[in-house]
């Protein structure tokens, strides 16, 4: 389909992900200064290299109104809300480098928590498998819940010693699929940085959940030397693999000018070519699933 330099998103976004996050948890002591340990961390649940001392920046310990069952489908289908949390804003550790930390060290909105207090949330009588989650994150950067890098999920048990709880290469697992090559091409002028993205009809994201107004906060395009369908297989890796790649922050509304793309050195967007791959995706940084919502190839075309 060839359009000109405005472009209008389609209702049914031909673009499609879904993915199975699974947890398996450990069982530890109830009402206990618990140490979280993620010094043999050497991968993040998507399979990218990560460094516990440089690459975290914060580690968090939250308790979820959900059994794990329910817990990893509304992950998975990016429904998880705040109201689930027991606690909220989370336990969090701020991290200099460490590679450890003990639960009664852990604090909320940057204040102290006694021991009584974070014992009532660990009593192993209220808080069972069968009605609630917990989990220790840690993450890059310091935005609570934003950039997790891996979760380790725990059950509490009143008659266990063991107070450890390791963070490995196989805490979280993470099974996806992509659809890129069933994307319907989208025709634009080769060679034109003034084109805009109009998503305003969009009605459901490629999780298959409602496109809600507001959501898309930033907007990425990609030109690859991989096919689509090879870039279906390392879809994860789609930052690294790029040959260029120009993003641009959304503040508001539904309308996307390219010609406030950047790429990492502050150059502007040229226009796309007819080589290789170039894919328009829009992401929902608020969102905990950082799959993006909709996607689109682009190609040059004849007017």
Known sequence: ????????????????????????PVT????????????ALTKDFLGRTLDPTRDLGLAIVMFW?????????????DALFTADLIVSPPLNLPLAGATSGHLYDFL?????????????????MLYTPANSTFLVGVQTGTDIGRQLRMLQAFDLDASS?????????????????????????????????????????????????????GSVTSAIVGHYAQTPAELEKDFLDLDSLALATYRADI????VLDFTTLK???????????????WLVGLTCGNCRNPAPWYMTIVKPCSM
Not at 6 to 19: G, I
Not at 28 to 38: E, P
Not at 195 to 201: A, F, K, P, V
């Open 108 to 124: 909320i909105n940057g204040t102290a928590v006694s021991s009584d207090m974070i014992n009532l949330y660990f009593d192993a």
């Open 65 to 77: 109104d959900l059994p794990l069952a329910t817990f990893e489908t509304e992950l998975n289908a």
């Open 161 to 213: 010693s063991v107070t450890n709880i390791a963070l490995t290469n196989d805490s979280t697992k993470l099974d996806y699929t992509a659809n890129l090559h069933s994307l319907t091409i989208t025709g634009v002028p080769g060679g034109t940085p003034a084109l805009t993205l109009d998503w305003s009809q969009m009605t459901t994201n490629a999780l298959g959940r409602a496109f809600t107004d």
């Open 28 to 39: 530890v002591a109830a009402m206990s200064n618990l140490t979280f340990d993620w010094s």
């Open 251 to 254: 503040a508001a509304g539904s």
């Open 1 to 24: 389909m060839c359009f000109g330099a405005n472009v209008v998103a389609n209702e049914k976004n031909d673009y499609a992900f879904s993915s199975t996050i699974t947890l398996s």
């Open 263 to 277: 790429d990492v050195n502050g150059a502007s967007f040229p226009g796309i070519d007819d080589t290789g791959t």
